[in-house]
């Protein structure tokens, strides 16, 4: 029984799609996972996977054209079947939708209703329409052991699919005819506000809810980030800071040193050199007193997939890149085996977290106690900026926020802080200052 | 192709086997000089004579032993039982003796017999004449069952069985014996394990074994007129079983629907659908149907009758059913 193939949304956000180029061509035959088409969306250009079977056997859209979601965009069927009469309708209601200035929405297309014109086809069709009073019902979770199957094998959620059985079994000509879009909305989750063209999302069930009991490492980080960000009065500072020298800086150690010292390691000793000029930046609230800290503890935040932990460079003021970076390497790898102690993620005087690889712009980290600044880093990228002559340059640029318990770091400090940081990493000579 | 009918087909078989092979004999009630209750042994006695188509007393016991014995010492009995009816008597020779000899003297001996007649409901009969046990002989291991639905398979399924140094109950049918079917003028051979599809289809599977098997192909021509296209297995083999051809049948069609005329309950049916399920669950897309006699004597009162006993109406409801079309 042929089919409608209908423009599905490749991105979350895509209303309306348009084909860049057809890969299967009329009379190609087609199965589920193959690509169809390329297809331009809002944000990039997609693949059309099929999720039906069979043999091309119309194409309705033509290269270039453009069809919203849910739009018939070809037809599949077996081959030699008489599919004049759904050409016919997907052509019609796609010049009434080019026609209709208003974004229509009680005239849709009906979606799959082939006529079973010849007979011979196997299972005679039941008609069943999609706003009928005798709707069949959703969510009974009754299927037959085929339905299952097949919908197992076409990726279909047995969930989403209107059972026409006894009890709203669902059995295998809903899966067969079943099509995204032809469910309604609202089982999806959809919102849909009216007059509006019909969303679609590909169907996911509503999954039942999954427990995760917190204890351990969860137990623990929840614990210690609400203290800090619930006790700790947090103001948070942002600059932009230019990566070219510290790259090149990078780059002369590099050359020099037989194994590549991280970016990491060049940071935290920036900002070591930062703290040393600022040591009321390396300090921690204790109620009754402030303590600067006589070392210069770095931890960096490091994600663990089911938690983080901040393994600390102790005395990092005191070391060169590549002492720094040697020490991170042992650290990182006793969390990535599970080995690190206590005493070597424990007691901060301050934290650098750094998101950058996630291609996060910007965030802001709360603060890791004892110490009462997180240095929170950007991804690197290349951005436009003027220079001092007024020159517009490419620039990779990384930006910063600091996270800063004002019970400890004024704001003024802070910034200063920031600044010195700044330019220490634009400049790396200073920290021979 | 010769045009014969179901009775003449099964003549022509033990005609055949006993002149291929002079210890091949017939014995039975009224199976000589009456010439078989219902014809089926026409002619045999005077082409044969009285020491190899023998008139027996009524004792199915004593001449189903007889028959026992004989295949021991190296005969070829066919018992012809007026009907399964009155086989009940004989139960014993069957089942303890006719079965377990070759198991229980470690391959020594072997029984190669033949037990005919009648099986299942006719008309008028009532309730101790129109019964089908088909399930009492395929319940019991050492014995081979078979029921054919055509003179075609009737007459090469009935020269197997001679031929077979097994036991085999052969179940014929009265309402059969009238049947027309086109049958070979030259000698074939049909196996005894082997289903056989009579009709091909896509939609359902309907699986029944002997007399039902015309219904089922009557039921697939009314569904074909409501766009069903339906396959019909016809079983021929109740043990063993072609298990093989059910589930890639029903694995094709998703659908199945098993027709016994036997009562429901611990029938050649009931197993059979227990096996479908089994079997291909996750291939069904609705459960197995099962159409048997209503679970009562059989009544006299011919609408009751007819009533009780599965029909082309109820197998195209079951169908339709399974179907999801009711």
Same mark, same amino acid.
């Given at each position: ?21 057809? $890969?299967? !061509? ?14 331009? #969306? ?9 999720? !039906? /079977? ?9 290269? =270039? =054209?453009?069809?919203?979601? +849910? ?43 082939? @006529? ?19 709707? *069949?019902?959703?969510?009974? +979770?009754?299927?037959? &052991? ?18 026409? =059985? ?13 099509? @995204? ?12 506000? $009216?007059?509006?063209?019909? #969303? ?7 999954? /039942? ?48 040193? *037989? ?91 301050? $934290? ?22 997180? %240095? ?55 920290? %021979?200052? | ?10 003549? !022509? ?103 005919? =007649? &009648? ?11 129109? !019964? ?45 014996? +009238?049947?027309?079917?086109?049958? *070979? ?78 009562? *429901?309950?611990?029938?050649?049916? $009931? ?17 197995? /149907? ?15 009758? %007819? ?20």
């Amino acid at each position: 029984m042929a089919e409608n193939v209908q423009m599905i949304a490749l991105s979350p956000t895509m209303e309306e799609g348009t084909i860049l180029k057809w $890969s299967m !061509q009329v009379g190609d035959s087609v199965s589920t996972g193959d690509v169809l088409c390329e297809v331009e #969306t809002d944000k990039a250009s997609m693949e059309y996977e099929s999720a !039906q /079977e069979g043999v091309l056997l119309s194409i309705i859209v033509p290269e =270039g =054209g453009g069809a919203k979601v +849910g739009d018939v965009i070809a037809i599949i069927g077996e081959s030699g079947e008489d599919i004049s009469g759904l050409e016919a309708e997907a052509k019609s209601a796609k010049s009434a939708a080019l026609a209709a200035t208003a974004p229509e929405t009680a005239d849709k297309p009906v979606a799959v209703e082939a @006529p079973n014109s010849q007979g011979a086809s196997s299972t005679p069709a039941t008609t069943r329409s999609s706003g009928g009073g005798s709707s *069949p019902t959703s969510g009974s +979770g009754k299927s037959s &052991p085929l339905a299952r199957k097949i919908a197992e094998e076409k990726g279909l959620d047995i969930s989403q699919i209107p059972g026409s =059985g006894p009890g709203g079994r669902v059995v295998k000509r809903d899966v067969e005819t079943f099509s @995204p879009t032809a469910s309604t909305a609202g089982n999806q989750g959809v919102a849909v506000s $009216s007059g509006a063209p019909m #969303t679609f999302a590909p169907a996911r069930t509503a999954g /039942e809810d999954v427990e995760i009991p917190v204890a351990g490492k969860r137990a623990v980080i929840a614990k210690r980030l609400a203290e800090s960000k619930f006790s700790a009065p947090h103001y948070y500072l942002k600059n932009s800071v230019e990566m070219d020298s510290l790259v090149a800086a990078r780059n002369m150690v590099n050359k020099e040193v *037989p194994s590549k010292v991280s970016f990491n390691a060049f940071i935290m000793k920036m900002v070591a050199e930062a703290l040393k000029r600022y040591p009321q930046v390396n300090a921690g609230w204790f109620g009754d007193k402030i303590v600067q800290f006589g070392s210069i503890d770095i931890g960096l935040a490091v994600d663990l997939g089911n938690g983080l932990i901040t393994p600390i460079v102790r005395n990092v003021g005191n070391k060169g890149v590549v002492q720094i970076d040697s020490e991170l390497k042992v650290l990182i790898e006793k969390v990535g085996n599970g080995s690190l102690k206590p005493d070597e993620y424990t007691a901060a005087t301050f $934290s650098i977290s750094n998101l950058g690889s996630f291609g996060v712009e910007e965030f802001t980290a709360i603060i890791n106690p004892p110490g009462s600044a997180i %240095l929170a880093l950007g991804e690197v990228k290349k951005t436009p900026v003027f220079d001092e002559n007024g020159e517009l340059k490419a620039a990779n640029l990384m930006k910063m926020t600091l996270s800063c318990d004002h019970r400890v770091i004024d704001g003024a400090m802070g910034g200063k802080f920031l600044s010195e940081l700044k330019k220490t990493i634009e400049n790396p000579v200073r920290v %021979l200052f | 192709m010769a045009l014969i009918t179901f009775r003449e087909a099964l003549n !022509q078989a033990m005609d055949e086997e006993m002149a291929r092979d002079d210890k091949v004999f017939l014995l039975g009630e009224e199976v000589a000089e009456y010439n078989g209750a219902y014809k089926v042994s026409k002619g045999l006695l005077d082409k044969y004579g009285p020491h190899r188509v023998v008139d027996t007393p009524i004792a199915e016991l004593g001449f189903t032993g007889l028959a026992v014995g004989a295949a021991t010492a190296g005969l070829r009995p066919i018992v012809e039982w007026m009907t399964f009816n009155f086989g009940l008597l004989a139960l014993d020779q069957l089942v303890n003796n006719a079965a377990k000899l070759r198991h229980m003297s470690g391959g020594q001996l072997s029984v190669p017999m033949v037990v005919r =007649g &009648p099986n299942g409901p006719a008309e008028y009969l009532s309730s101790q004449h129109s !019964q089908s046990f088909a399930s009492y002989f395929a319940h019991i291991p050492g014995l081979k069952v078979v029921a054919p639905s055509t003179p075609y398979d009737g007459k090469g399924l009935l020269k197997s069985a001679i031929r077979d140094n097994n036991p085999v109950i052969f179940l014929e049918a009265e309402m059969m014996y +009238g049947f027309q079917g086109e049958v *070979p003028a030259e000698e074939y051979l049909l196996p005894l394990d082997k289903a056989d599809i009579k009709r091909e289809g896509t939609d359902v599977t309907l699986i029944t074994f002997g007399k039902p098997v015309q219904m089922a192909l009557e039921a697939a021509k009314a569904l074909e007129a409501q766009g069903v296209s339906a396959e019909v297995v016809d079983l021929i083999s109740l043990r063993p079983l072609d298990e093989v051809t059910v589930y890639q049948s029903v694995r094709k069609t998703n659908r199945a629907v098993v027709i016994d005329e036997a009562w *429901p309950i611990a029938s050649v049916g $009931s197993h059979l659908a227990f096996l479908i399920s089994s079997n291909c669950f996750d291939d069904l897309d609705a459960p197995v /149907e099962f159409i048997a006699s209503e679970d009562v004597p059989m009544p006299y009162n011919h609408t009751l009758e %007819l009533a009780v006993q599965p029909s082309v109406e109820k197998i195209v409801t079951a169908a339709k059913k399974v179907l999801y079309l009711n």
